[in-house]
C-alpha cells in the first residue's frame, strides 16, 4: 500500500492524492491548483486510464476542479461523493468549462491577431458531461465497498454542503488498515451547515493543513452581515434573490401540502406526489429543462410560474392543531412513491394538472398549441363535491364591455344590442369555448377567460337585463389531471398508478430514484 501526494502538500489548493493498493489505483480529491509556481498541477504519475476510481471529499474547485481533465485524458472509473457534492459538482464543473472555453476563445482571438496558434481549453463541457455520468452518489455513515480490498464510508465535516471526511479500510496481505482523508473541516455553530461528525480510532490521518500554523479568528455574526448586504442592496434599488438547495423528496414534501387537498385519500395524494415530481424534474438542466424564467432557479414557489412551496413551519402554521396528522399523510404520499416519475417512450412527461376538469379534461393542442400524446381528452367523473365545479360570476354591462374592449380594442363592443354583439362560436368536444365573436373580432375562448378572469374556459353568456351572468364549469386550463377526478378516483378504489394513467394517456411508472441522488 503506498501513497503519493501529488498537489497541496507545497502550498494552497489542489488536493489530489494516488493510493496504490495491490495493484490498483484510485485518487482522494483531484483538485484544480490555483495560482502560479513551480508546483501547479503537477501531473498524475500513473495513465488515468489505470486509475479505477476517485473519492471526492467536497465540491470545491481545489478539490475537484480537474475531474473533467481526468476524463479527458481517459479516465473511465467511478468517482464517489456525497449527494450533495455530485449535485454541487455539476454547476461547478460546468461553469468551470464555461470559463475555460469563453477563456480559450478570447486568447484564440488574440493570438489569432498575433498569428500565433489559438490555445485550447483545459477541459470543455463535453468532459464534464462525461465525468459527471461517473459520479456515484452516497449517503452520509454508509459503508461502501470500492474494490474486493477497500472499504469507504462518508462522514459529515461541516465545511460545506454535502462535504465529508473518507474513512478507509485497506486490506493487503491479509492485514487490514483505516486510513482518514479529513478533507476540509468547518467550525462549529455555523447556520444551515452542521457540526462536524467525530471519529473514533485510525491507523493513520491524512489532514488537511492549510491553516495548521494558526487559530480561527472569532466567529463573527453571518445573519449581521447577511442583513447588512440585503440592507445597502435594496438601498441601491437592487434585487435579493435567495436560492436555496433542496433534495427533491424533501421538496416534495413542503410542495404537496399546497397542490392538493390534505384530506384527500392517500392514493390520490400519491398521484399528486408523483406529478408535481415528474413537473419538478422536467424543469432541471440536469434533464434537459430550462431554470424559472423570473428568477433564474431550477423551481420557484410561485404557483402561477411554477410550483407552490413552503416550508415545515409555514405547513405547522396552516394545519395547526392537525399538523402531525396532515404531515404524516403528506409524508406517507412522497416517501411510499419516492423516485417515482411518469414518463412516456421512456422521457418525462409534462405532467400538467388542475383543480377541476368539468366533467372532462382538455387536449393539450386545444390550450398549449402543442400536442401530446399522453395530454388528451378524457372523462373525469365524481367532480361534483369541488366548489368549482359550476361557478356563476355577474358583470354590470358597463364594467363587461369596458373590460373586453380593453383587452381587445378591434371589438369595439358598445352597450346597444350588446346580445347581437357577443355570441360563442365554437366549442371542443369537452365542452370548452373554442371561439367567441365580439363585435368586430373573433377571439379564442382561453383569450375570453383571461380578460374576465374566468375560473375556466367551459362557459356560457347570459344577458340578464343590466348585467351580463357568465357561468363556468371547471377550474384550472383543464389539461391533464384533474386533482378532484383522483380525488372521485380514490375514493371508488383507484390506486395512485391507475389515477395516472388515466389522466395521462399510455404512460409508465418509473422508478428514477438512483437519478435523482
Same mark, same amino acid.
Given at each position: ?34 495560482? &502560479? ?6 501531473? /498524475? ?5 489505470? /486509475? ?23 479516465? &473511465? ?107 476540509? /473541516? ?96 422536467? &424543469? ?116 363587461? /364591455? ?43 375562448? &382561453? ?71
Amino acid at each position: 500500500m503506498k501513497l503519493t501526494f501529488i498537489r497541496a502538500d507545497h502550498e494552497v489548493t489542489g488536493s489530489c492524492t494516488l493510493l496504490e493498493i495491490g495493484g490498483h489505483y484510485g485518487l482522494i480529491d483531484c483538485g484544480m491548483e490555483q495560482g &502560479r509556481d513551480l508546483f501547479e498541477n503537477i501531473a /498524475i504519475p500513473v495513465p488515468a486510464a489505470q /486509475i479505477e476510481f476517485v473519492l471526492v471529499t467536497h465540491a470545491h474547485m481545489d478539490h475537484t476542479g480537474h475531474l473533467p481533465l481526468l476524463y479527458k485524458q481517459g479516465f &473511465r472509473g467511478t468517482v464517489y461523493a456525497t449527494e450533495a457534492t455530485c449535485d454541487l459538482c455539476g454547476i461547478m464543473l460546468r461553469d468551470a468549462a464555461h470559463i475555460q472555453m469563453s477563456e480559450a476563445e478570447w486568447k484564440g482571438r488574440k493570438a489569432a491577431r498575433a498569428g500565433q496558434p489559438a490555445p485550447e481549453p483545459l477541459y470543455t463541457l463535453e468532459d464534464v458531461e462525461g465525468v459527471l455520468r461517473l459520479l456515484r452518489p452516497c449517503g452520509y455513515g454508509k459503508r461502501i465497498q470500492v474494490g474486493e480490498n477497500i472499504i469507504i464510508r462518508f462522514t459529515d465535516v461541516g465545511h460545506l454542503l454535502g462535504s465529508a471526511c473518507i474513512e478507509a479500510w485497506l486490506t493487503e496481505g491479509g492485514t487490514e488498515k483505516k486510513i482518514v482523508f479529513s478533507g476540509d /473541516i468547518g467550525n462549529v455553530d455555523q447556520p444551515i451547515i452542521r457540526d462536524p461528525t467525530y471519529l473514533t480510532g485510525a491507523d493513520y490521518v491524512v489532514m488537511e493543513s492549510t491553516y495548521g500554523d494558526r487559530n480561527h479568528t472569532e466567529v463573527w455574526s453571518y445573519t449581521d452581515d447577511l442583513a447588512k448586504i440585503i440592507d445597502e442592496t435594496i438601498a441601491k434599488g437592487g434585487n435579493v434573490q435567495i436560492v436555496v438547495h433542496v433534495y427533491m423528496e424533501d421538496y416534495m414534501l413542503g410542495v404537496l401540502p399546497y397542490e392538493m387537498d390534505n384530506s384527500f385519500p392517500l392514493e390520490a395524494l400519491k398521484a399528486q406526489a408523483v406529478a408535481a415530481r415528474t413537473f419538478t424534474l422536467r &424543469r432541471l438542466p440536469a434533464c434537459g429543462g430550462t431554470p424559472c424564467g423570473r428568477c433564474g432557479a431550477d423551481v420557484c414557489t410561485d404557483s402561477a410560474c411554477c410550483q407552490s412551496y413552503r416550508s415545515a413551519e409555514q405547513l405547522a402554521s396552516k394545519w395547526g392543531a392537525d399538523a402531525a396528522y396532515y404531515s404524516a399523510r403528506v409524508e406517507e404520499a412522497v416517501y411510499s412513491t419516492a423516485g417515482e416519475v411518469a414518463t412516456y417512450e421512456g422521457a418525462l412527461i409534462e405532467a400538467l394538472y388542475h383543480s377541476t376538469a368539468g366533467g372532462m379534461t382538455e387536449s393539450s393542442e386545444n390550450v398549449f398549441a402543442s400536442a401530446q400524446p399522453y395530454l388528451v381528452s378524457v372523462e373525469s367523473p365524481g367532480e361534483e363535491g369541488s366548489a368549482h365545479y359550476r361557478d356563476s360570476i355577474t358583470f354590470p354591462r358597463k364594467s363587461f /364591455i369596458t373590460k373586453l374592449n380593453a383587452a381587445f380594442p378591434r371589438a369595439e363592443l358598445s352597450a346597444k344590442k350588446l346580445e347581437v354583439q357577443v355570441e360563442i362560436t365554437a366549442r371542443f368536444a369537452s365542452g370548452r369555448v373554442k371561439t367567441v365573436r365580439l363585435g368586430k373580432v373573433e377571439v379564442t375562448g &382561453r383569450q375570453f377567460r383571461k380578460a374576465l378572469d374566468l375560473p375556466s374556459a367551459n362557459f356560457t353568456i347570459e344577458f340578464v337585463g343590466e348585467d351580463v351572468r357568465v357561468s363556468t364549469k371547471g377550474y384550472g386550463h383543464g389539461v391533464g389531471m384533474s386533482q378532484y377526478g383522483a380525488n372521485a378516483m380514490a375514493k371508488e378504489g383507484s390506486d395512485y398508478r391507475a389515477i395516472l394513467q388515466h389522466y395521462y394517456t399510455g404512460i409508465s411508472i418509473e422508478n428514477w430514484g438512483e437519478r435523482l441522488k
